[in-house]
């Protein structure tokens, strides 16, 4: 019989690609979506895949416990992924009490609208790399231990904490996926690789002559949304319930980001990448390097797409968005 899935965050980057995985295997798809005045905007990543009107959307909030538990009643799901929060370091500084409600407390109402109406159900959480913060080994597994830096990687380690708890406590088939950063063109516009893309899109088509950044000496293990999705689905499928760190093993500097990207498109990227020092964090992760060998050996995943080809499809995207723009200017704006 074809399963059901709830996805929180499914207007988000991992919610749309997760969405369009899910119904290309027959899942009947809900998503949760959060009340807004701009719920057309808000819709754009499902429209940009072409299955916004795939999905069942159910009004709801994860910092609203009676929601997640009417939710639950309603959809009746075999398998809950939830994706929502907070997701911005930078902005987890600004507003660390809201992170730590919607990115911590929210999972933990989801943990409990799970048990409380379909306890059956299988749970995935969003774990994050930034767990890992200021790295106590050269190379992040499961057994490394957590360091949060950010507000965002306090709230990510009490969910993160708060599933496995609710495994060994309720025996539920909870799982947390411990992410690397993945990246796409559907990549909130904020973080850096879209940032640097988008500022090079720019450029190259003489809308802006520079890009602002902060601190360039970071390296990121990056990956392809597309892929990590999968691996997502595939801890919901073992028979029993465990966590996972999901990377390519390959770490790569801001810096040289930037240089592969401006590249791309035949541009020098010091010519036009400046430094601020308004986008320094108050506390930095200075290195992500994960080691995924587990979830290889144990769920056969390994990413699939290179740092070289992702570039290349962001590098892509932007110029063709911003191609539209120049070609068709609303005439309110032109
Ligand atoms: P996005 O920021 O793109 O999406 C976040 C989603 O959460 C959006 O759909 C947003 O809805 C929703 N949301 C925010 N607050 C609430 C709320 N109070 N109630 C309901 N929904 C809410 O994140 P990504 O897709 O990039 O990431 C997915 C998850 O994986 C996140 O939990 C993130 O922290 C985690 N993660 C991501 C990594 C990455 O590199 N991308 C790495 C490791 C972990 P709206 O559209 O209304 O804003
Ligand atoms: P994060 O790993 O979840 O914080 O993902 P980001 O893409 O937001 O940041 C990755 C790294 O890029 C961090 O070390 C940032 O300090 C660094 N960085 C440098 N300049 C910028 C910038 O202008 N914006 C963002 N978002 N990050 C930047």
Redesign the pocket.
Known sequence: MAKTALITGITGQDGAYLAQLLLSRGYTVHGLLRRSASAEIIGERLRWLGILNDVQLIDGDLIDLSSCIRIMQTVKPDEVYNLAAQ????ASFQQPLLTGTVTGLGAANMLEAVRIVCPQARFYQAS???MFGKIQAQLQNERTPFYPR?P?AVAKLYAHWMTVNYRESFGMHASSGILF?HESPLRGI????R?VTDGVARIKLGLAREL?????D?T?DWGHARDYVQAMAAMLQQDTPDDYVIATGRTTS?RDFCHMAFSYAGLNWQDHVV?SAD???PA???V?HGDPAKAKQALGWHAVTSLEDMVAEMVEADLARHRGRIAAPPPSLG
Request: glycine residues 4%; hydrophobic residues 40%; without cysteine.
């Open positions: 997701s911005f370091v930078a994050s790399s930034e950010s965002y950063n904020e973080f850096v690789t940032k602002k950044l902060g601190n360039l970071a990121r801001i430094t986008l320094l964090r930095e992760v200075d992500l």
